[in-house]
């Protein structure tokens, strides 16, 4: 009788000294990681901002297939939202405040247990990556969530694992989104031509983009400077592709509405006569164009058409790299004049 007295007596020790051990434990926490993710801040925040992108990159979701995540009918932006449930209850997340391309606040309430700050920061780093912090925190906490987080390790064993490899998971998900494309041959078409600002280059083709990017910079300034009407996107057109030679000559351009009388040797205008092409669209990397461009011929090949000597060969550049920063949204079109192959 004794001992079974004496063994309660050390179990009210014990339970005493565990309770006093957790309402000592600090009222708040905070969890916070960060990684460097190869993307301009405006792609990894689209894919952070809206909750249905989020399943590919759940850590808790990888770790647990069982867990349910359901999305509202709202997910993207201030009010978005989703659920998710799993053997440990029902939890909810929601976007209460979001700053496009810099920050996103949301709010995080599990089961019964008091709500939790998340928070999200975008932050360029100078080679054109971000650098992404994610940190939840509490405060204000009751005896049953101290009691419940001291049994599991703490919030920082608890989260931080789940924080790092979720921020992995979503650097994999963005790269692999970058690099999604798609080729797709229109057929036969009627480019209109028209006349245009434009400079030109012979080069390598080692050198080309880099002479590219910095020729039409130029021709678009000139337009801009001198008041002239853009009538379309920005386009090169090639003169000569001799791969054998490595040898390319090409220039930069601009469509206008009219002929302009330039005051630049550098800055010329032409025309081009319309002229009967065959059109290819590639949406995403311009890496891709070379596929695209095989694509073409392929296709002029397959359907009993020929290139026209010395005919108009471009490239139309329909939105601009620098406000479109995910290179799998830019789109380009290709125009090849061709007529009839004529047979012998």
């Avoid at 989260?159 to 650097?171: A, F, K, M, V």
């Avoid at 078409?189 to 006349?195: A, D, K, M, N």
Wanted: proline fraction near 5%; charge should be negative.
């Amino acid at each position: 009788m004794k001992a079974v007295k004496y063994i309660l007596f050390l179990l009210l020790i014990l339970v005493i000294g565990l309770s006093i051990y957790i309402a000592v434990q600090p009222n708040s926490f905070e969890v916070t990681r960060s990684k460097i993710i190869k993307a301009p801040p405006s792609v990894v925040y689209d894919n952070v901002i809206d909750f249905k992108n989020w399943e590919p990159w759940n850590s808790w979701k990888e770790e647990n297939p069982e867990l349910i995540m359901t999305l509202d009918e709202n997910t993207k932006g201030v009010g978005g939202s989703y659920t998710w449930e799993d053997e440990d209850g029902i939890g909810v997340m929601k976007t209460i405040k979001a700053t496009p391309n810099t920050s996103i606040t949301q709010e995080m309430q599990f089961g019964e247990f008091p709500k939790s700050d998340v928070s999200w920061d975008f932050n360029p780093t100078k080679d054109g990556a971000t650098e992404v912090t994610w940190t939840i925190s509490g405060k204000d906490l009751p005896f049953v969530f101290k009691m419940f987080s001291t049994f599991m390790g703490g919030m920082e064993k608890q989260i931080g694992p789940h924080y790092e490899r979720g921020l992995t998971l979503l650097d994999s998900v963005i790269q692999k989104e970058m690099k999604v494309y798609s080729i797709k041959t229109e057929g036969v078409t009627q480019h209109s031509g028209g006349y245009y600002l434009y400079n030109t280059m012979s080069c390598k083709f080692s050198d080309f983009e880099k002479n590219m990017t910095a020729m039409l910079p130029k021709v678009g300034a000139y337009a801009m400077t001198h008041n002239v009407t853009m009538a379309g996107p920005p386009f090169i057109l090639y003169h000569k592709w001799d791969e054998a030679n490595d040898a390319v000559i090409f220039s930069c351009c601009i469509p206008t509405n009219s002929k302009v009388v330039t005051t630049e040797d550098d800055i010329l205008t032409g025309q081009l006569d319309s002229f009967r092409a065959v059109k290819t669209v590639l949406t995403g990397n311009y890496s891709n164009l070379r596929e695209a461009w095989e694509t073409t011929m392929k296709y002029i090949s397959a359907n009993d058409l020929v290139m026209v000597e010395g005919g108009a060969m471009l490239e139309t550049y329909l939105n601009d790299p620098m406000s479109e920063l995910n290179p799998a949204k830019w789109v380009t079109e290709i125009y090849v004049e061709v007529e009839d192959k004529i047979e012998d």
